[in-house]
């Protein structure tokens, strides 16, 4: 049996429903905290689990019969987040699973200043040190973040942020189905390269992409990280969440997202989504 984490969540909800596509209901298992939200996949034909990485204690009832778990990673951070990824490398090896997956980022590293890529490359250490046979699918930037950061911009023509660096946008789409085929088949070994979007582009770059995509000019201003920050917290941004989103800058200026690779490309035998035409369908009216 094939074990999804997160299936309420986007990306393992969509990797649940690309399995089914593939493999017999019956051999695919979700892994949810909210047993209720997944009921439809239940309807389906997909075991439907209470699995929550705080509370180790459900994993393994959650994981049984496993041949391979994917874990998708926690929206938490720091030593939570990192509790619940070893909770749950522990219990998928416990439970005789022959491989196991985690969805981490091309950004890892122990010294990133954006706060999840240290704690995605000690889930890789936990994984390394399992003596279970592993992928780590080290995907691309979200490409619906870029979505989120600009939202303002589309209402006041500013794209104000802080000096970036070149990200190389990655779709859930395609992610998702890389996870698929990494699930099924016999791809992707241990630290994946990056799975990227096929170019990498800037904040100065999207704020022209929108400026052709609406018609009407949108302009790249950098503010310091100290305004941004001040400026998130105004709108009542939590202040570990504006923490988060001014280290995602700055690690973008260290180039942690820059990066571009072949690999999901040639993995999926296809083209993969460019951000401008996400952005397209994102933010101009349906014809």
Same mark, same amino acid.
């Given at each position: 049996m094939i074990i999804v984490t997160g299936a309420n969540g986007q990306l393992g909800r969509m990797v649940a429903?690309?399995?089914?596509?593939? +493999?017999? !209901?019956?051999?695919?298992?979700?892994? +949810?905290?909210? *047993? !209720?939200? !997944?009921? /439809?996949?239940?309807?389906?034909?997909?075991?439907? $689990?209470?699995? /929550?990485?705080? /509370? =180790?204690?459900?994993l393994p009832h959650a994981f049984e019969g496993a041949s391979?778990?994917?874990?998708?990673?926690?929206?938490?951070?720091?030593?939570?987040?990192?509790r619940g990824h070893r909770a749950a490398v522990a219990a998928a090896a416990a439970a005789g699973a022959k491989r196991i997956l985690y969805t981490s980022h091309m950004g890892a590293s122990p010294s990133s200043r954006f706060v999840p890529m240290p704690d995605h490359a000690a889930t890789e250490e936990a994984l390394q040190r399992s003596g279970v046979p592993f992928t780590s699918l080290r995907n691309?930037?979200?490409?619906?973040?870029?979505?989120? %950061?600009?939202?303002?911009?589309?209402e006041t023509g500013v794209l104000a942020v802080p000096e970036d660096g070149p990200v190389a946008w990655t779709a859930h789409a395609? %992610?998702?189905?890389?996870?698929?085929?990494?699930?099924?088949?016999?791809?992707?070994?241990? %630290?994946? =390269?990056?799975?990227?979007?096929?170019? *990498?582009? /800037?904040?100065?770059?999207?704020?022209?992409? %929108?400026?052709?995509?609406?018609?009407? =000019?949108?302009? $790249?201003?950098? +503010?310091?990280?100290?305004?941004?920050? !001040?400026?998130?917290?105004?709108?009542?941004?939590?202040? =570990?969440?504006?923490?988060?989103?001014?280290?995602?800058f700055a690690a973008a200026r260290d180039g942690d997202f820059a990066p571009v690779d072949p690999t999901l490309a040639d993995v999926l035998g296809r083209s993969v989504v460019r951000l401008e035409d996400f952005l397209k369908s994102a933010v101009t009216p349906s014809r």
């Open positions: 429903e690309r399995l089914l596509k593939v +493999v017999p !209901a019956e051999e695919i298992g979700v892994s +949810v905290r909210d *047993v !209720a939200a !997944a009921r /439809d996949l239940g309807a389906r034909g997909i075991r439907v $689990r209470r699995g /929550d990485f705080a /509370d =180790p204690d459900t391979k778990v994917l874990i998708v990673s926690m929206g938490t951070t720091g030593e939570a987040a990192l691309g930037f979200y490409i619906s973040s870029a979505v989120e %950061l600009v939202r303002g911009a589309l395609d %992610l998702a189905d890389a996870a698929v085929l990494a699930l099924t088949g016999e791809v992707l070994d241990g %630290l994946s =390269p990056a799975l990227t979007g096929p170019e *990498v582009i /800037d904040m100065a770059g999207i704020a022209e992409i %929108l400026t052709r995509l609406t018609g009407r =000019p949108i302009r $790249r201003v950098v +503010v310091s990280d100290d305004d941004y920050r !001040a400026q998130l917290v105004t709108r009542g941004v939590p202040e =570990p969440s504006a923490d988060l989103l001014v280290g995602l």
